[in-house]
Nanobody
Framework: VQLQASGGGLVQAGESLRLSCVAS????????VGWFRQAAGKDRDFEAV????????YDADSVKGRFTVSRDNAKNTAYLQMDNMEPEDTAIYYC?????????????????????WGQGTLVTVSS
């Protein structure tokens, strides 16, 4: 499966963006999809993941209830809705997929656990 991330752009603080991650194959429905972001000069950090049945997990520190992850298996697409955005959200956002459940031991916060990555989409939030 291949992933294509889109939806990035320039927004002002307080505004919203929705990122999309489209998969190339129907086996997408067997993959958990995670969202990571990488700011300039920093590591790639986990933000959210959606499991095969729509269950979700978030990085509590950075998300703070502003991000919502979801998926539409009929469209082979996962989404990251970002509301009340802050300049600190400025980064390249990546989606990634792994054929694993997100219940049980936590693995989804580690980028190395994902098998497939999208190319990234740039999000810039101005103050």
């Amino acid at each position: 499966v291949q992933l294509q991330a889109s939806g990035g752009g320039l927004v002002q603080a307080g505004e919203s963006l929705r990122l999309s991650c489209v998969a190339s194959r129907h086996i997408f429905r067997s993959y958990a999809v995670g969202w990571f972001r990488q700011a300039a000069g920093k590591d790639r950090d986990f933000e959210a993941v959606v499991g095969v049945n729509g269950e979700t997990r978030y990085d509590a520190d950075s998300v703070k209830g502003r991000f919502t992850v979801s998926r539409d298996n009929a469209k082979n697409t996962a989404y990251l809705q970002m509301d009340n955005m802050e300049p600190e959200d400025t980064a390249i956002y990546y989606c990634a997929a792994a054929p694993r459940p997100i219940t049980g031991p936590v693995w989804y916060q580690r980028a190395a656990e994902y098998r497939v990555w999208g190319q990234g989409t740039l999000v810039t939030v101005s103050s």
